[in-house]
């Protein structure tokens, strides 16, 4: 059982927390902290990296916004030799994606800590961006009561991303600290759980008093209550993409309309490699070789090599995947990667018994094979 | 020996051991002379139709049981290509004289002579096959469907891939009854040789094995008087041939006779002291290995002594080794193993110790 | 692979028939174990079909399955991947990473509609021709009856 | 060498025959003309058997007469010829890289009899080859030279011992590990000059131990290897001490072990009168024999065969090759010395792979030795007696020998030794446990520099072990002086485009990848990347297919390459 702490709100939840990371600075738990907060005009978040409290204006971690994910930062923060320590706060998909990028050698954790927040979900960032610069201050607490109490009227019809109207994993345990907002009465408290030692000796840092008391009824009864949403969503769009690429020809349609830009791969937390084998040379025809194709085959469909990409890419990361739904966001076309990633890759995963992202215990299956095993293939 | 001159080997003998030395040599940088008498390189192991497990197997389970291919021809390739190696095919070493480091050849192609200095020689003369027909009881000479194990091999080889059918010699039918005769000429003073020829075993049970597996009705047995094989996994071979249905039967066969038709292998059946007659449409005979004529003159101008089953001692005077069945009946691993060391003997004599880099 | 026109849905390309339809299988064979098994089907005059065009890799834990996928889209009707039993890679486990692969690759795939079955791992040692000639005969008759890679419909590839 | 970069390939297409063996299914003109369609090749042609000297001379001289800069041969399976044939056309001055050999013959010429068919794969195959050396890479083979050239032999047996003298004859110095107190092991307890068939001369301990170049530990073991040819970190554990040692090359020669007798147990080994052949031997050394419990001479004494031996239920599978000759030459040794004991041998087979057997069995029958073929079902113990039970298989009886001294021949068996070290260094272990599985392969051994001689890789005699320990140790002293050339087919990796993840390092079979830090020079980022080790890659490629951005390439079976030919084959 996981060591937590009440932590009072006094203004109001976003102030409470500002201050709580504050104090992380101040009493040197961290060097840097990565956080999101607000930009002056409140239209959305980003994440920034901080570090001196003064710098700590707008905290914002439960902002229905993801402009992008998150673990890239700290690919771009760390390396094998990092000493500064980091505290980030983290969505869960942006956590998962973490963890399967430090098992990629990718991330260095060593001093690193990590906290999660509950997410409720995310709304496509365009669509955010204009809720945001209709709405007076206050949408975040305002969607955040509303929206966990069941209501979407602040959301003014909208729907939240594909990937978060399905996301298996909207809180987790196990990154170093928690914090919980799901089920619990957010004008008075908020709860912080310590996960991990690390979490624990952190959070004793800041002051922190820690008790084993068990998570309250009502948080129980809403993380049930929107598990079972989400799984219906899930099962619901597994079984519409299914039915949409049950076939060659179906996936051939969807792909129809891709530009190959290829921004699915760049806004990926897990494509990781620094040249994409499909923008590489291997994959380039000569002008001649393009031609003597069409020759071959009276027609060639241009951009060539789109379905090589999309397969390939496919199969090169389904194993990794943790829906955390950029790649769709970021699709000029609206093609339906997530939906598709989703209901392949966790067929993919389970060959292996692995959920991408869930613990940085679990071998990625890529990188280790067993001489038992798949034994009908 | 002055280091810049270049070395020069003579290896007598063009079978496995003879052509592994010379390639060995060569890659030691030395030039090899390689000198067969007969017409072709190979010897008697390229007759076979495949060998069992040897030192040029790839151990890893890539075997195509087609050792022709596999082991020899390459090897030829690569013998008819290096620069270092001459090969005098269809010649016979006339005379040796001289001294460790200096010797004088005389050789003899067809009746020409020539004359060659060599620094050292290899003897690789190899064995030859007990000749069946001195055991007169067996009918070697009498009837067409007793033959050697050798015999039958190049049957293999011949009907390989041609026709599915395995045809005796006499009418060309698929015989139903095969008995293998173990030891023949083989510890047996009296009609041929004291010595065991260590391999004959292993080959026949192999071919038994063939031809059980392929025709699993055919009856086979193998006449034996002790199973004995040099080799490791022997044991499972012949457990497996047991498993598929070949039969052993302890006892030194009597007589191979005609009864009307049939040939009969009469034998008394010492583990159980009956006397069996067995009606057989082929009868193999697993002849032993014997020390090949003209081998002993050779030793004897090499100075080197002779074993009481006239194989020539291995452990003769610097600058000449000996490898493979001249040193006594062995198999083709331990054959090229032989030759090995016999190259390395002849390199280290020849460089004075000095190690050179093998390939 | 030639593809006139964009067809209908569900409408029989003439080639599409068994019996006339000459599919096209591309095989990815390890040198040591398959390779060799497929010599040895040729030196024992195994016969079957052309239709299957071996390419040799070294070891089947080398067999990208991005190539696998080009064949398939370039209109390859079946791949086949053969390599080293269980236990006998002479890389030692090659094979193991191969079989991972390739589950991965038929999972995908298959959720895409393709059957399942155009793509094959088998394990052929060098010893065994006549499981290569078997192999590709039972690939050929399969193929025939599965038809032509839908992906030939589509236009791109 | 000819340059190939940036320039349109010229290839020139060899067609060999196999002296006629080809061209009978596959129409070879039809085949030449489709080839020569090809814009990139600018040379076709046939010859008859282009292994063979004249064929050689005949590559040579086309390749030389014009501008040919890459070559496609067509013929025979490559799994025969390519070596020959790459050896032909780098004298040519092509790169064996740049050399693409297309199978016509197993592949199409002998399982295709329809001519149309078998011709238009034959196409197929050329042409995709002829697509895939369009892209090859010459690439020059590497010579490694080595970091650290001293050896640590593994063992103070008779082969570590030989291998330790030819080593230091070489001037190398060499580094001795003995888990027991003193070196020597079986050998030199044997009554050897009467063990083996010609006169094996054991080598001179003392002479080794006055090297310089020699250092020996004893009672010490080897608890870890890391690292590779040229550059082994190898952890040894003494009493009371563990060190690290530095060495280039390692020779496992940690010999076998003799089966216990005590896990038979109808033959009551834990009788005092009941002995296994090396006990023996150490008595016959001193020319006397006495039964243990009375010390007594003995009046009947039987050696049992095979224990431990070919026996899979209770021991080993296999035979250990040498027992039959050392009791028969036992046996026969008792017999001179007391005429009067009677000797019985308990065999299943003899066996004596060595020449001149025949003889010491003929002898040591004439001596009066009893051979008794059968396997002995126990030993009872009456009163003070020793009871043999045995059925006599040629008599079918059973019989009931009482017995002084039983002797048990025991056969040899992997030690535990072998088989930890054998997964220290990643040797893969044949069914009886040996390290005899890569003794076919010289090779192998050589390139990771880790040799193995002696009783390690199977049961064998003092000859042939020193034998053994003598070639083990020759390859190594060549390259441990010299260095050596890569292999030809291995992994190059990209390291600009490399970004760390380990996922080849952690799928090479062979930990030929190693991590090298690299520091960025814009960026100044410090990172790991993946590095191949020349000297230990082996050229199997998964660190190819472990990495998603196509990194790491094998040479000759290059993405680009492969692909190239697949594009073709469609």
């Known amino acids: 059982m996981s060591k937590n702490v009440r932590l009072n709100v006094e203004e109001d939840l976003l102030s409470t927390v500002n201050e709580l990371f504050k104090k992380m600075l101040e009493k040197d738990a961290a060097d840097v902290l990565i956080v999101p907060q607000d930009v002056p005009s409140g239209a959305c978040t980003v994440q920034t990296l901080v570090r001196y409290p003064a710098g700590l204006r707008a905290l914002n971690p439960f902002a229905f916004v993801l402009p992008s994910n998150s673990a890239d930062i700290l690919v771009k923060t760390t390396d094998q030799a990092s000493q500064e320590r980091i505290v980030v706060v983290f969505r869960p998909c942006e956590l998962r994606a973490v963890f399967e990028l430090a098992k990629l050698n990718q991330i260095n954790l060593d001093n690193v800590t990590l906290i999660s927040v509950d997410c409720l979900g995310t709304l496509p960032v365009p669509e955010y961006v204009e809720l945001a610069q209709k709405s007076e201050n206050g949408l975040t607490m305002k969607l955040l009561f509303d929206v966990q109490k069941g209501g979407k009227e602040s959301l003014l019809g909208l729907d939240l991303r ?60 809403a993380l049930e209550q929107l598990f079972k949403v989400k799984a219906e969503a899930r099962e619901k769009l597994d079984a519409q993409v299914k039915e949409e690429v049950k076939d060659i020809a179906g996936y051939m349609t969807v792909l129809a309309s891709c530009i190959n830009c290829h921004n699915c791969m760049k806004v990926c937390p897990i494509c990781y490699c620094k040249e994409c084998f499909f923008d590489s040379d291997i994959l380039k025809p000569s002008p001649k070789q393009l031609l003597d194709k069409s020759e071959k085959r009276k027609v060639v469909r241009m951009p060539i090599d789109t379905t090589l990409y999309h397969i390939g890419r496919m199969n090169h990361m389904i194993t990794s995947c943790v ?37 940085l215990e679990e071998e990625l299956p890529l990188a280790t094979f067993k001489e038992e095993e798949l034994e009908s293939a | ?298 030793a004897e101008s090499l100075n080197l002594a002779l074993q009481s089953n006239g194989f020539v001692f291995g452990n003769g005077t610097k600058g000449i080794a000996v490898a493979g069945c001249a040193l006594g009946p062995r198999g083709i691993r331990y054959s090229v193993e032989d030759a090995k060391r016999a190259a390395l003997e002849i390199a280290d004599f020849l460089d004075g110790g000095e190690v050179v880099e093998g390939n | 692979m030639v593809t006139e026109a964009q067809p209908k849905e569900n409408e029989v390309v003439s080639d599409d028939k068994e019996g006339d339809f000459e599919p096209k299988i591309i095989g990815f064979l390890c040198n040591w174990c398959s390779y060799t098994g497929a010599d040895l089907a040729g030196v024992s005059r195994l016969q079957y079909p052309p239709n299957f065009i071996p390419i040799r890799v070294m070891c089947t834990g080398a067999v990208d399955p991005v190539y696998v996928i080009k064949a398939l889209l370039e209109g390859a009707d079946s791949v086949l991947v053969a390599g080293c039993h269980p236990g006998d890679c002479h890389y030692l486990s090659g094979n193991f990473k191969a079989r991972r692969r390739i589950a991965i690759l038929k999972k995908l795939l298959e959720n895409l509609g393709l059957e399942e079955r155009r793509i094959r791992l088998e394990w052929i040692s060098a010893s065994e021709g006549q499981k290569f000639a078997d192999t590709v005969n039972e690939m050929v008759k399969e193929t025939k009856k599965m038809g032509p890679n839908p992906i030939k419909k589509e236009w791109d590839i | 060498m000819r340059g190939t970069s940036s320039r349109k390939p010229k290839i020139g297409v060899f067609f060999c025959t196999c002296k006629g063996s080809i061209g009978k299914n596959v129409d070879l003109n039809e085949l030449e003309s489709r080839v020569k369609e090809n814009p990139d090749v600018v040379l076709c042609i046939r010859h008859d058997k282009l292994c063979e000297k004249d064929g050689q001379a005949f590559l040579k001289d086309q390749i030389s007469n014009t501008d040919v800069d890459r070559i496609v041969l067509v013929g025979c399976t490559p799994r025969t010829y390519e070596e020959v044939i790459n050896k032909g056309a780098l004298e040519a001055g092509i790169n064996r890289h740049l050399v693409e050999h297309v199978n016509i013959r197993e592949l199409c010429e002998w399982i295709h009899p329809d001519e149309k068919s078998a011709t238009e794969k034959a196409v197929f195959l050329v042409l995709g080859s002829i697509a895939r050396v369009a892209f090859a890479q010459e690439v020059l083979d590497k010579q490694v030279i080595l970091k650290n050239n001293n050896v640590l032999i593994i063992g103070g047996g008779i082969a570590g011992i030989t291998s330790a003298l030819e080593l230091i004859k070489n001037e190398i110095s060499v580094h001795l590990v003995e888990k027991t107190d003193k070196l020597g092991g079986r050998a030199y307890e044997l009554d050897t000059q009467r063990l083996s068939e010609e006169d094996v001369i054991l080598p001179n301990i003392n002479e080794l131990i006055k090297s310089d170049k020699f250092h020996v530990m004893l009672e010490s073991e080897v608890v870890d290897v ?345």
């Open chain 1, 162 to 221: 594909s990937a978060c109207q399905i996301c298996e994993l909207p809180v987790m345990d196990n990154a170093d600290v928690s914090i919980c907002t799901i089920g619990l009465n957010l004008q008075k408290e908020v709860l912080l759980k310590a996960n991990t030692p690390k979490g624990e000796e952190f959070l004793g840092a800041i002051g922190m008093e820690l008790s084993e008391e068990e998570d309250p009824e009502s948080r129980k009864k």
């Open chain 1, 323 to 359: 829906s955390c739904g950029m790649c769709e966001s970021a699709c000029p076309s609206k093609l339906p990667l997530l939906a598709i990633y989703h209901a392949f890759g966790s067929d993919v995963q389970a060959l292996f018994n692995y959920v991408a992202g869930r613990s």
């Open chain 2, 1 to 298: 020996m002055s280091s810049d001159s270049i070395k020069s080997a003579l290896v007598i003998g063009g079978g496995v051991a003879g052509m592994q030395a010379s390639l060995d040599l060569a890659n030691y940088g030395i030039q090899t002379f390689l000198v067969e008498r007969q017409e072709e390189l190979g010897g008697r192991a390229y007759k076979l139709s495949r060998t069992y497990r040897t030192h040029e197997c790839k151990s890893d389970g890539c075997c195509m049981d087609y050792c022709r291919e596999c082991i020899f021809t390459p090897k030829f390739g690569e013998l008819f290509q290096n620069e270092n190696i001459e090969i005098m095919l269809g010649t016979e070493v006339d005379d040796i004289s001289g001294e460790p480091g200096n010797f004088q050849i005389t050789l003899n192609t067809g009746g020409e002579t020539r004359n060659l200095n060599v620094n050292a020689i290899i003897m690789a003369t190899g064995s030859t096959t007990f000749d069946a027909d001195k055991i007169k009881e067996y009918g070697h000479d009498r009837y067409d469907d007793v033959i050697t194990f050798l015999e039958l091999e190049k049957m293999i080889v011949s009907q390989r891939g041609e026709a599915e059918s395995f045809a005796r010699p006499s009418d060309g039918k698929i015989p139903e009854t095969v008995n293998f005769l173990l030891c023949v000429g083989s510890r047996d003073s009296n009609k041929g040789n004291q010595h065991c020829s260590i391999v004959c075993c292993t080959y026949a049970i192999g071919q038994a094995k063939d031809l059980k597996t392929k025709y699993p009705d055919m009856e086979v047995y193998i006449h034996y008087m002790d199973l004995r094989a040099a080799y490791r996994g022997f044991e499972e071979f012949y457990k497996e041939a047991q498993e598929i249905g070949v039969q052993f039967i302890r006892g030194r066969v009597a007589s191979v006779q005609k009864d009307n038709w049939d040939l009969v292998v009469s034998t008394e059946n010492i583990d159980s002291g009956e006397l069996m007659e067995i009606k057989s449409d082929l009868v193999v005979l697993t002849v032993g290995q014997e020390p090949h004529r003209g081998s002993d003159k050779i």
């Open chain 4, 226 to 570: 890391n690292g590779t040819l040229g550059d082994y970190k190898v952890k040894i554990a003494s009493k009371d001490k563990e060190e690290e040692l530095d060495v280039g090359a390692i020779v496992i020669a940690t010999g076998s072990e003799l089966f216990d007798a005590i896990r038979i147990l109808e033959y009551k080994y834990d009788d005092a009168d009941v002995i296994d052949f090396f006990e023996l031997e150490k008595m016959l050394v001193k020319d006397e024999v006495k039964v243990p419990s009375s010390g007594e001479i003995p009046k009947r004494i039987n050696f049992i065969q095979c224990v431990g031996s070919r026996d899979e239920n209770k021991g080993n599978a296999h035979c250990s090759l040498v027992c039959c000759t050392y009791a028969i030459k036992q046996a026969a040794k008792i017999k001179i010395l007391y005429p009067d004991t009677e000797v019985y041998i308990h065999y299943m087979d003899l066996r004596g792979p060595e020449c001149g057997f025949e003889e010491y069995f003929l002898d040591a029958q004439k001596k009066g030795v009893n051979f008794i073929r059968g396997r002995v079902a126990e030993i009872q113990k009456d009163g003070k007696n020793l009871i043999l039970r045995t059925e006599h298989i040629e008599l079918g009886d059973i019989m009931s020998l009482p017995s002084d001294l039983v002797v048990l021949s025991v056969g040899q068996q992997a030690s535990v030794e072998t088989q930890k070290l054998a997964d220290m260094v990643h040797l893969p272990l044949d069914k009886d446990g040996f390290l005899g599985y890569y003794n076919d392969r010289f090779e192998i051994l050589d390139r990771r520099g880790i040799s193995i001689a002696g009783c390690a890789q199977g049961p064998r005699g003092v000859a042939r072990s020193i034998s053994d320990a003598k070639k083990a140790v020759r390859e190594i002293a060549g390259i441990m002086k010299k260095g050596f050339t890569a292999r030809s087919i291995h992994s190059v990796i990209d390291e600009t485009r490399c970004a760390g993840c380990r996922i080849c390092e952690e799928l090479c079979p062979y930990e030929a990848i190693y991590m090298k830090n690299v520091k960025d020079h814009v960026t100044e980022e410090s990172r790991l990347i993946s590095s191949v080790n020349l000297a230990v890659c082996q050229g199997c490629g998964a660190c190819a297919m472990a990495c998603p951005g196509g990194v790491p390439q094998l040479i000759g079976y290059s993405n680009k390459e492969i692909l190239a030919q697949i594009d073709e084959l469609i």
